[in-house]
């Protein structure tokens, strides 16, 4: 007894199962790309609209107060007034913060952190 070849419409299903997989694992990649890509939440950012409203900038902390050069202090904590007194007295920008986390980080590098300006 032969069996009959199965027809497009046998295969149908399996055919429209196949799809639906594809579409839906599609759906997933685009998803996490766009959470990939996604702007961090609100409450990491603080927006600046006396100066420019369409800039954002970091909420930095100051760090507590451990031995660390002057100049770098300022920086970290954005005392500009500190910061413009040391380098009018010669300070030198090279002097790095020692904490370990911090991997040397110049008063410049901690200024560029917070967003602040000359």
Same mark, same amino acid.
């Given at each position: 007894? &032969? /069996? *009959?070849? @199965?027809?497009l !419409?046998?295969? =149908? *299903?399996?055919?429209?199962?196949?799809? %639906?997989g594809?579409?839906?694992?599609g759906?997933?990649v685009? !998803?996490? =790309?766009?959470?990939? /890509?996604?702007? *961090?939440?609100?409450?990491?950012?603080?927006?600046? @609209?006396?100066?420019?409203?369409?800039v954002?900038?970091?909420m %930095?902390? #100051? *760090?507590?107060?451990? +031995?660390? @050069? +002057?100049?770098?202090?300022?920086?970290? #904590?954005?005392?500009? &007034?500190? =910061?413009?007194?040391?380098?009018?007295?010669?300070?030198?920008?090279?002097?790095?913060?020692?904490? @370990?986390?911090?991997h040397?980080?110049?008063? !410049?590098?901690?200024?560029?952190?917070?967003g602040d300006?000359?």
């Amino acid at each position: 007894m &032969e /069996h *009959p070849t @199965p027809t497009l !419409l046998d295969r =149908l *299903p399996g055919v429209v199962w196949f799809f %639906v997989g594809m579409l839906l694992a599609g759906a997933i990649v685009a !998803l996490l =790309l766009v959470l990939a /890509h996604a702007e *961090p939440p609100a409450e990491h950012t603080t927006a600046t @609209p006396a100066r420019a409203p369409q800039v954002t900038v970091a909420m %930095v902390r #100051c *760090p507590p107060r451990i +031995s660390r @050069p +002057s100049l770098v202090d300022a920086a970290a #904590c954005g005392d500009r &007034e500190t =910061l413009h007194a040391r380098l009018a007295a010669g300070a030198d920008v090279d002097q790095t913060d020692a904490r @370990p986390e911090m991997h040397g980080r110049t008063a !410049l590098h901690h200024a560029v952190q917070r967003g602040d300006e000359a």
